[in-house]
């Protein structure tokens, strides 16, 4: 009796410095950003911030740290914790549930890993929510929920631009929101057209397997075929129109500073683009052996498209993309032209005397190429995701090989200028700039398609990843 009484006492001098125990540092330092997101102003964050973080990562501007504060801010309205999403070394990531939407986010946060463990890392990522124990949903209940959720986005004012859900033939769900030209209030229309970004890179991809279709050229011609100096005469026998199509070539992106430096009315037409990117244009690694995201790439293609078709660039795709699928609302228009309802781009700065809305008007380019920057509707994308998977651009072969990832090639997330899922399921390409975001996802096996596109920057990704998860709870 008295050796269990010892043990009790043991015990019960044990527990309260279990309980007592710090959680993980860095979950704590997580939390205590959460409380700063929710309750704090800029004076007071930047205080946090002085006495909080820590390494490199303390010397960035505070206007860095304020922007990213204010953003998610902005954005949320705020998180309630959920629960841990991941525990790495020195590192979290708290599943938090946006008060603006409902919403599930991770927040991460990393620390350092000795006493007294300031912050040296932030950011947001994808997280799963609760969409495997979510009920399932019609097409009818999808399109309502949808329909709510960007409209709470849009009455916060954290999107503009327009949004399409279709299935199949039947579209489920289209609407438009926000402004176009904040100068005139003009609104955003569901015929605006909206800057593609780098989506048009799926118009290039295509109008080379055009070409494929015609017999004009091979994916394994190497590239001196066509343009037998870029970016060097031994480089061009290297690369193959493969790698250029699958970000796999070497090459990099000519947005460099002598193209911000160059005048943009002046560089109208591929050759234009090309003269510019070749100066400073080298092999980043071996063709075939390496993945990385090119601009140049796409743009080169353009030029092969030119040379195998003997029409510029523009007129070929008129004629073999966009005029097969009824697309008359797309193109690369010049913006010192007259151009009707286009929606001028706009990102939000923060401050610490609030936001304010600077227009991209002068960032980009003067027209758009094979690389990016034309212009199209949500509904002209809707045409051209049914004619494209109805095998109406291009047969039902050449559409399966072009949407198919190439990890025979270091390439297991992109095809032939689309990206695709882990699962082969989905396709499409995203793009994005100053005052640019837009999305394609079509669905291989459902025949889901899912657009968005927006005039401010980054705001098409929370609506684009909800349509993804809307689309996995849908009722087969």
């Given at each position: 009796?008295?050796?269990k009484?010892?043990?009790l006492l043991?015990?019960?001098?044990?527990?309260?410095a279990?309980?007592a125990?710090?959680?993980?540092?860095?979950e704590?330092?997580?939390?205590?950003?959460?409380?700063?997101?929710?309750n704090?102003?800029?004076?007071q964050?930047?205080?946090?911030?002085?006495s909080?973080?820590?390494?490199?990562?303390?010397?960035l501007?505070?206007s860095a740290?304020?922007?990213?504060?204010?953003t998610?801010?902005?954005?949320?309205?705020g998180?309630?914790?959920?629960?841990?999403a991941?525990?790495?070394?020195?590192?979290?990531?708290?599943?938090?549930?946006s008060?603006?939407?409902?919403?599930?986010?991770g927040?991460?946060?990393r620390?350092?890993?000795?006493?007294?463990y300031?912050?040296i890392?932030?950011?947001t990522?994808?997280?799963?929510?609760?969409?495997?124990?979510?009920?399932k949903l019609?097409?009818?209940?999808i399109?309502?929920?949808?329909?709510?959720?960007?409209?709470?986005?849009?009455?916060?004012?954290v999107?503009?631009g327009?949004?399409l859900?279709?299935?199949g033939?039947?579209?489920?769900?289209?609407?438009?929101?926000?402004i176009?030209?904040k100068?005139f209030n003009?609104p955003n229309?569901?015929n605006?057209?909206?800057?593609?970004?780098?989506?048009?890179?799926?118009?290039?991809?295509?109008?080379i397997a055009?070409?494929?279709?015609?017999?004009?050229?091979?994916?394994?011609?190497p590239?001196s075929k066509?343009?037998p100096?870029?970016?060097?005469?031994?480089?061009a026998?290297?690369?193959?129109i493969?790698?250029?199509l699958?970000?796999?070539a070497?090459?990099?992106?000519?947005?460099?500073?002598?193209w911000?430096?160059?005048s943009?009315?002046?560089?109208r037409t591929?050759?234009?683009?090309?003269?510019?990117?070749?100066?400073?244009?080298?092999?980043?690694?071996?063709?075939?052996?390496?993945?990385q995201?090119s601009?140049?790439?796409?743009?080169?293609?353009?030029?092969?498209?030119?040379?195998a078709?003997?029409?510029?660039?523009?007129?070929?795709?008129?004629?073999?993309?966009?005029?097969?699928?009824?697309?008359k609302?797309?193109?690369c228009?010049?913006?010192d032209?007259v151009n009707k309802?286009?929606?001028?781009?706009y990102?939000k700065?923060?401050?610490?005397?609030?936001?304010?809305?600077?227009n991209n008007?002068?960032?980009?380019v003067?027209?758009?190429?094979?690389q990016g920057?034309?212009?199209s509707?949500?509904?002209?994308l809707?045409?051209?995701?049914?004619a494209?998977m109805?095998?109406?651009?291009?047969?039902?072969?050449?559409?399966?090989?072009?949407?198919?990832?190439?990890p025979?090639?270091?390439?297991?997330?992109?095809?032939?200028?689309f990206?695709?899922?882990?699962?082969?399921?989905?396709?499409?390409?995203?793009?994005g700039?100053?005052?640019?975001?837009?999305?394609?996802?079509m669905f291989?096996?459902?025949?889901?398609?899912?657009?968005?596109?927006?005039?401010y920057?980054?705001?098409?990704?929370?609506?684009?990843?909800?349509?993804?998860?809307?689309?996995?709870?849908?009722a087969?």
């Amino acid at each position: 009796m008295k050796f269990k009484l010892l043990l009790l006492l043991a015990i019960l001098t044990i527990a309260p410095a279990v309980i007592a125990q710090d959680p993980d540092p860095a979950e704590k330092r997580a939390r205590q950003f959460v409380e700063q997101i929710n309750n704090s102003n800029t004076a007071q964050f930047k205080e946090f911030v002085k006495s909080n973080f820590g390494g490199d990562f303390l010397n960035l501007p505070m206007s860095a740290h304020l922007n990213f504060f204010l953003t998610v801010k902005d954005t949320s309205r705020g998180f309630d914790v959920v629960d841990v999403a991941a525990r790495e070394e020195n590192r979290v990531t708290l599943r938090v549930k946006s008060r603006l939407t409902g919403e599930y986010n991770g927040l991460s946060v990393r620390v350092d890993p000795n006493p007294p463990y300031k912050i040296i890392g932030l950011g947001t990522r994808a997280v799963d929510g609760d969409e495997k124990s979510a009920t399932k949903l019609s097409s009818a209940e999808i399109g309502s929920e949808l329909k709510s959720y960007v409209g709470k986005l849009a009455n916060a004012d954290v999107f503009s631009g327009s949004v399409l859900l279709a299935k199949g033939d039947k579209v489920l769900f289209k609407g438009a929101y926000g402004i176009a030209n904040k100068d005139f209030n003009t609104p955003n229309r569901i015929n605006t057209k909206f800057n593609l970004g780098s989506m048009n890179k799926m118009f290039t991809a295509l109008s080379i397997a055009k070409l494929v279709e015609m017999g004009k050229l091979s994916v394994d011609d190497p590239l001196s075929k066509f343009v037998p100096d870029f970016p060097d005469a031994e480089s061009a026998k290297k690369i193959k129109i493969k790698h250029l199509l699958s970000h796999t070539a070497g090459l990099g992106g000519y947005f460099t500073r002598k193209w911000r430096e160059r005048s943009r009315g002046s560089i109208r037409t591929v050759d234009d683009m090309m003269a510019l990117a070749k100066p400073d244009e080298k092999l980043r690694f071996e063709p075939g052996t390496n993945w990385q995201y090119s601009n140049t790439g796409m743009l080169v293609l353009g030029k092969v498209i030119e040379v195998a078709s003997g029409k510029s660039y523009f007129e070929f795709v008129d004629e073999h993309i966009l005029a097969p699928a009824g697309m008359k609302h797309t193109g690369c228009f010049e913006l010192d032209r007259v151009n009707k309802n286009l929606a001028v781009g706009y990102d939000k700065v923060f401050n610490e005397t609030g936001v304010q809305f600077r227009n991209n008007i002068f960032m980009h380019v003067m027209r758009g190429g094979p690389q990016g920057g034309c212009y199209s509707t949500a509904e002209d994308l809707y045409l051209f995701a049914v004619a494209l998977m109805g095998n109406k651009i291009v047969g039902k072969e050449l559409v399966k090989e072009f949407t198919t990832a190439k990890p025979d090639i270091f390439s297991p997330s992109y095809g032939f200028g689309f990206g695709v899922s882990e699962d082969g399921n989905r396709f499409g390409h995203g793009g994005g700039f100053t005052g640019i975001s837009a999305n394609l996802d079509m669905f291989r096996d459902s025949g889901w398609i899912a657009i968005v596109m927006s005039n401010y920057s980054g705001a098409s990704q929370p609506v684009s990843s909800k349509m993804r998860r809307l689309i996995r709870r849908s009722a087969k």
